[in-house]
C-alpha cells in the first residue's frame, strides 16, 4: 500500500497547479530549437496530446528567448524556461512571459545574479525550479562531500540556492534533486524531503519535481525512471514528474501519464482533447467552443484525440498531431485530420461537424477520411488564413514587443 502524500506548499506553474492538493502533474521538455517557433510549438502539441500538463523549453539563447515570446501565447500548456549559464536569459525568459523558470545553481553561481532573477520573479509572480543535478554541482560542494555527488551534497545545494532567495523574500519555489544514479536519487529526495519539512515552520515543505535524469533510451530508460520516480511516489513523495529519456520526448510524457494513472494517482482518459490558449487571433470563444465538444463526443466514448483551435491561421498546423480537430475564423470552422483541411463549415455548425467527422475516423480511418476530404476545402481555408492575416497583422499577440524588451534585458543586464 502506499504511503499518504507529504503535505507541501501550493504553487502555480501558469494554469496548473503544483503541490498542495493538486493531483501530480506531467513534465516533458522540448528537443527543438527553441527559436524555431513552429517546430516548437508542434512539439508542445504533441506533448500536450499524450498527456503533459507543462512543458520545458531551452533559453540558452537570445534568439530562444525571442521564440519564447511567441512560442507562449499560443502554447495549450505553462512553459517553463530552462536556463543554462546565463542568467540575463532568465531574466529576458520573464520578459518572454514564461510561466515559470528552471535555474540550476551548479551553473549560475554568482549571489547577485541569483538574486537579481529571484527578485524579478517574485516582483512577476513567476515560480522558480531549483533544479539540482548530481553531474553539476558546484565544485565546492563536491570537495566538501570527498569528491562525489552524495545525497547530502544535492540537498546541501538547494539549501544554499533557496537561502538566496530568502534574501529577496521569494519562495515561490519547487525543486528537484536528480541523479543518473537511481540509489543515489531516491536517497537525495528522501533526504529533501525531510529536511524542508523540518526545517520548515509549519512543518509543509516546497513541492518537488522527480526525476532520474539522464536515464537514457528505452527500454533500460524507461525502466531507470520507473524504478526512482514510482518507488518516491509510493512513498507519498512527489508534486510533477519528467521521465528523462533518450527518445522522442512523446515518449516521456505517454510514459509519465501511464505511471500516475498505473499508480492511481491521475485518472484514466478515453477521449484526449488538447485547445489553444485562445490567443489575440482567436474569433471564437475557445473555451466554450471546447467545453461542447468536450460532452458531445465524450457522450460517444470515441477514442481519439481531438484539437479545438481558436484560429484558422495556426492551428492545422500545431495540432497536426491530434487525429481531428477544428480550428475557427472568418466566421467558420475549418475541419482537420491530422493537419491536414478536410472540410470547412459555418461557425455554428463546427461541434456537430467535429462529431459527425471522429465518428467516421473512428469506423473508417485516418487515410479514407482525407481520401474523402471535399475537394475545395484546403483552397478556401487558404484564403480564409490569408483575409484573417491581412485583417490582424502578422503580430496578433504583440509578440515583437516583448520581443524589444528581451533585447534590452540582454543588452543592459550586467
Excluded: W
Amino acid at each position: 500500500m502506499s504511503a499518504p502524500r507529504r503535505k507541501t506548499r501550493r504553487i502555480d506553474v501558469g494554469s496548473v497547479a503544483v503541490g498542495g492538493a493538486a493531483p501530480v502533474s506531467v513534465q516533458s521538455m522540448t528537443i527543438t530549437k527553441t527559436a524555431d517557433v513552429d517546430a516548437t510549438l508542434a512539439q508542445i502539441y504533441a506533448l500536450a496530446g499524450a498527456g503533459a500538463d507543462i512543458v520545458r523549453c531551452t533559453c540558452n539563447r537570445q534568439d530562444a528567448a525571442e521564440g519564447l515570446a511567441r512560442i507562449v501565447p499560443r502554447s495549450p500548456v505553462p512553459i517553463v524556461a530552462d536556463v543554462h549559464n546565463d542568467h540575463r536569459m532568465a531574466l529576458a525568459a520573464l520578459e518572454a512571459g514564461v510561466q515559470c523558470l528552471r535555474l540550476n545553481p551548479g551553473n549560475i553561481r554568482n549571489p547577485a545574479h541569483i538574486k537579481a532573477i529571484a527578485s524579478e520573479a517574485r516582483d512577476r509572480k513567476v515560480p522558480v525550479r531549483i533544479g539540482v543535478n548530481a553531474g553539476s554541482l558546484d565544485s565546492k560542494l563536491y570537495e566538501k562531500y570527498g569528491g562525489k555527488a552524495t545525497a547530502e551534497a544535492l540537498v546541501e545545494s538547494a539549501k544554499i540556492e533557496l537561502a538566496y532567495f530568502a534574501e529577496v523574500d521569494f519562495s515561490d519555489v519547487k525543486i528537484s534533486v536528480k541523479a543518473s544514479n537511481v540509489p543515489l536519487m531516491i536517497d537525495a529526495y528522501r533526504l529533501l524531503a525531510d529536511t524542508l519539512e523540518q526545517e520548515s515552520p509549519d512543518g509543509v515543505g516546497h513541492p518537488l519535481h522527480l526525476g532520474v535524469t539522464e536515464a537514457g533510451p528505452p527500454p533500460a530508460g524507461l525502466i531507470k525512471g520507473t524504478a526512482g520516480i514510482a518507488t518516491l511516489l509510493a512513498e507519498g513523495i512527489g508534486d510533477t514528474i519528467r521521465y528523462s529519456l533518450t527518445a522522442d520526448p512523446v515518449e516521456e510524457a505517454r510514459a509519465g501519464r501511464q505511471l500516475l494513472e498505473a499508480m492511481g494517482l491521475r485518472e484514466r482518459k478515453g477521449l484526449d482533447l488538447i485547445a489553444c490558449p485562445s490567443c489575440g487571433r482567436a474569433e471564437i470563444d475557445v473555451i466554450q467552443v471546447a467545453k461542447d465538444a468536450q460532452s458531445a463526443l465524450e457522450a460517444e466514448k470515441l477514442p481519439i484525440q481531438v484539437a479545438v483551435m481558436g484560429c484558422v491561421v495556426n492551428g492545422p498546423g500545431e495540432a497536426r498531431e491530434a487525429d481531428i480537430g477544428i480550428a475557427a475564423g472568418r466566421k467558420r470552422g475549418h475541419l482537420f485530420v491530422k493537419g491536414k483541411v478536410v472540410r470547412v463549415v459555418p461557425e455554428d455548425e463546427m461541434v456537430q461537424a467535429l462529431l459527425d467527422e471522429a465518428r467516421l475516423l473512428v469506423e473508417e480511418g485516418v487515410e479514407a477520411r482525407l481520401a474523402a476530404a471535399d475537394g475545395g476545402a484546403a483552397a478556401e481555408a487558404e484564403k480564409d488564413r490569408q483575409e484573417l492575416l491581412v485583417a490582424q497583422g502578422s503580430d496578433a499577440n504583440a509578440s515583437e514587443q516583448r520581443v524589444e524588451l528581451i533585447r534590452k534585458v540582454t543588452e543592459n543586464a550586467g
